[in-house]
């Protein structure tokens, strides 16, 4: 079983960046899918990006494209979500997912299908 662990977050003005790690203790980490998922003040949770358990296949959500890269580091159990040109609307409590699946290079985009969840880091974007 994995305890996904989100850090990195904080206070950034708008256009500027930050780094969100998720890090797990699972050994075998590497054999898990990964997504990122955000929850705004009074909205619901909303997937973010996804990674493949090798890194090569990833997927975002439009709003992101071209300014979040999600990455990872199996070595280091890290899997990353730098963003940059960050917006006020980005605010928000980011949640790291896993899922065991192998060496299967599934890109997973629903809450539902994911396992573990972290405990989230804070995201604001001040205007």
């Known amino acids: 079983q994995v305890q996904p662990v989100e850090s990195g977050g904080g206070l950034v003005q708008a256009g500027g960046s930050l780094r969100l790690s998720c890090a797990a203790s699972?050994?075998?980490?590497?054999?898990?899918?990964v997504g990122w998922f955000r929850q705004a003040p009074g909205k619901e949770r909303d997937f973010v990006a996804a990674?493949?358990?090798?890194?090569?296949?990833?997927h975002y959500t439009d709003s992101v494209k071209g300014r979040f890269t999600i990455s990872r580091d199996n070595a280091k159990k890290t899997v990353y979500l730098q963003m940059i040109s960050l917006k006020p609307e980005d605010t928000a409590v980011y949640y790291c997912?896993?899922?065991?699946?192998?060496?299967?290079?599934?890109?997973?985009?629903?809450?539902?299908?994911?396992?573990?969840w972290g405990q989230g880091t804070q995201v604001t974007v001040s205007s």
């Open positions: 997912a896993a899922k065991w699946v192998l060496h299967s290079t599934v890109v997973l985009t629903s809450e539902s299908d994911y396992d573990y």
């Open positions: 699972e050994y075998t980490f590497g054999d898990y899918a």
């Open positions: 990674i493949s358990w090798n890194g090569l296949n990833t």
